[in-house]
């Protein structure tokens, strides 16, 4: 196995991790609702929770990949994360789950980023899109895990087994990661800025929130991945379950079709961005996903198979956040890329922080059933629509 290839199998194990964490509540949100009694405001807020570690962490973490590098940094974090692991196995009411939920978030707070800073020094120009949609595709296996494989764990050890068995496969991973995953390939180092000193960390800081065009990639970013995540991660199982009477296997099926749309339109993004142009690929995909909480939050009564292929179409269309992503890689010189990315990225998790706990607020206040996720899609609707208006208008720079 080459080293470029070890390098990408470490970022998609390791960021197929983090998406396994992130995706854990919904398959199994009404047991966890039962048993540790959360209402629908509470469920928002455990996946807000995972957000908020990630919102909080990222300036630390760019600071540290660009100081420490991925590979040192992920090793550390990845130790919080299976104590996080752990603790939701043994939380014994809301409050404690909601505490592992933080700590598991802070534990995957570096892996995102860390693919994106490795992509672009291990490969160059167009490869990189294509490097990074390969990488995130491999690494929905994590959400695809939290779906059905996980309801049906939960079937044979119970929820808390479940999660336990989920510390254990951390470990594994993180192992695998400090054997594999490489800073730079031969060579880069020489083409990187000395380290620098404190003071210089904190100016790169403040060079990187002045960047020009900096303001509409982070916009759209704020809910481009943020509306999937929302619906995959944690509202689409409960809505299966009181609108559409799915069971956990039901909702398992459903979520793994979901999840594999996912890796789907990002194998398909290369070809989209090349058809297209970035900036159209993105704009195009996003009115979409619009379409498509449009069409769950104004069809009273919607099928079940309907309501399926709109879920699905969103999950495949709100691949384009790798663009913006790879877009906002490039507004940054390489000793300032990791506080580069990660502020990038502290707009997507802010949105993904934001979203479930206000979805879960509008869901209560209209009522569990049809016409309160029939308000949460139209939500997650108007929030792209904000994030397009913010990503044409801004300022380019």
Known sequence: MTPVTRVGV???????????????????????????????????????????????????VGVGLDRIGPRRLVTALTALAVIGAAAQALAQDGTQFLAARFVLGLGCSASFMSAVVLAGRWHAGPAMTKAMSAIFAWSQAGILIAGA????MSGLVGWRGAYGLSAVATIVL???????????????????????????????????????????????HCFAYAVMATLLALWAGPYL?????????????????????VPAGQLALPFMERRLGREP??????????????????????????????????????????????????????HLVGRGVTTVNLAQVLGSAALPIAVGWVVALVGVGEAGYRAGFLLLGLSLVLGIAGYRWFPRG
């Open 174 to 220: 993180g192992v695998l990661w400090w054997r594999w995953a490489e800073d730079a390939p031969p060579g880069f180092a020489t083409r990187v800025r000395a380290r620098e000193t404190l003071g210089e960390v904190l100016a790169g800081q403040f060079t990187v929130w002045a960047t020009p065009g900096l303001a509409r990639i982070l916009s759209m």
């Open 241 to 261: 379950h009181d609108v559409h009477g799915l069971d956990a296997g039901g909702r398992g099926a459903v979520l793994l079709a979901m999840g594999l749309a």
């Open 149 to 152: 494989p996980l309801a049906v």
């Open 10 to 60: 470490a970022l998609a194990s390791m960021t197929a991790a983090s998406q396994f964490h992130r995706g854990a509540v919904g398959v199994v949100a009404p047991e966890l609702a039962l048993d540790l009694g959360l209402g629908p405001a509470a469920l928002g807020a455990a996946n807000t929770a995972f957000f908020f570690a990630l919102l909080v962490a990222q300036i630390p």
């Open 281 to 334: 690929a993105v704009v195009t995909s996003a009115v979409i996903v619009i379409l498509a909480m449009a069409g769950l939050a104004f069809w009273p009564g919607i099928p079940l198979a309907a309501a399926v292929l709109l879920l699905m179409l969103s999950c495949f269309f709100s691949a384009y956040s790798i663009l913006l992503v790879a877009q906002g890689r490039g507004l940054f010189p390489e």
